[in-house]
């Protein structure tokens, strides 16, 4: 979807001269049509953005416009990337699909023969198998045993071929096949304990994706960077953002933290969820005077005001 919405940009940008005119580019008759410049200028921006001055800068401008300067509230989320639902079997397949196009070319150039594999008998296999509306464990062992044995071949053979003719290739190259071992190990670990494993690659365009587990209805698992988010008075901060897992229950102190240091000023009432109530961070809010929303521990007193428990 972001590639098609890349590519749209890029085509206004080629017709649209008022687009032209707003990006300074004075294009001419020539055309741009490299649609993935959009994605590589975001990617060589992002290594040289520092996120904590852009926010601190961006709440000076903002500060005017806000009134509860000392009123947070605190929450996780997940921001999502584009990425097919992994089972074993698609994860194996594009593994084995991407190195055994890059073993041909290679094979191609050297003039050597390629591997004998039965690449176009597994490849049709596959293909009735994703077609299959119930996909029975009679049908996906058999497919995943050969799987995993074609792409330690592949791997093997990857490995013989770089050794014995001293083949030089990109870095983006040598990163996949890193990776490719990485999924092999994992996928047969999983598939002989049937456990899953620490740090599960879901993908092998997307190698840093891991699966977060969010308890929704809809959608149990995602698979994106779960972000711990700070936001006052409707705006939003990113106080912690990662790849893996954590449990955000641990970062209401350094949201507190980061929320002065934006502020400049002591925060006095704080809205979080349930995960947040931890023993820890209830002394945390107590000694420093700071009003919560966390329930209640323990039984009811009599004469119960709930303006009296708020900071428990």
Same mark, same amino acid.
């Given at each position: 979807?972001? $590639? ?7 085509? =206004? ?15 001419? $008759? ?56 992994? /089972? ?13 196009? =890059? ?14 594999? !039965?690449?176009?008998?597994? %490849? ?14 009679? !049908?996906?062992?058999?497919? /995943? ?9 592949? +791997? %093997? ?29 994992? =996928?047969?670990?999983? $598939? ?8 599960? +690659? ?47 229950? /641990?970062?209401? %102190?350094? /949201? ?27 002394? $945390? ?19 119960? @005001? =709930?303006?009296?428990? @708020?900071?428990?």
């Amino acid at each position: 979807m972001l $590639f098609i919405f890349y590519r749209k940009l890029i085509e =206004q940008l080629n017709s649209n001269i008022d687009y032209q005119f707003f990006f300074d580019l004075h294009l001419g $008759f020539s055309r741009i049509t490299n649609f993935k410049i959009v994605s590589q200028i975001r990617c060589e921006l992002a290594t040289k953005l520092d996120i904590d001055l852009l926010e601190k800068d961006l709440y000076s401008h903002w500060k005017d416009h806000i009134d509860s300067k000392n009123q947070i509230t605190v929450d996780a989320t997940c921001y999502e990337s584009a990425c097919r639902y992994p /089972t074993p079997q698609k994860l194996l397949w594009e593994a084995v699909d991407w190195l055994y196009k =890059q073993l041909r070319k290679t094979c191609r150039a050297l003039g050597i023969k390629m591997l004998r594999s !039965k690449y176009i008998k597994w %490849k049709k296999r596959y293909l009735g198998f994703s077609k299959m509306r119930r996909k029975t464990n009679k !049908k996906r062992k058999p497919l /995943t045993r050969y799987l995993l044995h074609l792409l330690n071949k592949l +791997i %093997k053979f990857e490995q013989e071929l770089r050794h014995r003719y001293k083949i030089d290739f990109t870095k983006a190259y040598y990163r996949r096949v890193a990776v490719l071992k990485t999924v092999y190990k994992q =996928q047969q670990a999983y $598939f002989d304990t049937g456990k899953s494993p620490k740090n599960r +690659i879901v993908s092998i365009a997307k190698a840093y994706l891991r699966p977060i587990v969010r308890g929704k209805e809809v959608k149990p698992v995602e698979f994106g960077a779960k972000v711990n988010k700070l936001q006052i008075d409707g705006i939003n901060f990113i106080e912690h953002l990662s790849f893996d897992a954590f449990n955000e229950g /641990t970062r209401l %102190k350094s /949201t507190v933290y980061k929320a002065q240091s934006l502020t400049k000023r002591k925060v006095l009432i704080v809205g979080a969820d349930v995960i947040y109530a931890t023993n820890s961070n209830r002394n $945390f809010v107590i000694k420093n005077n700071i009003k919560t929303d966390f329930k209640r521990k323990g039984k009811l007193p009599e004469n119960y @005001s =709930q303006e009296k428990s @708020s900071n428990r």
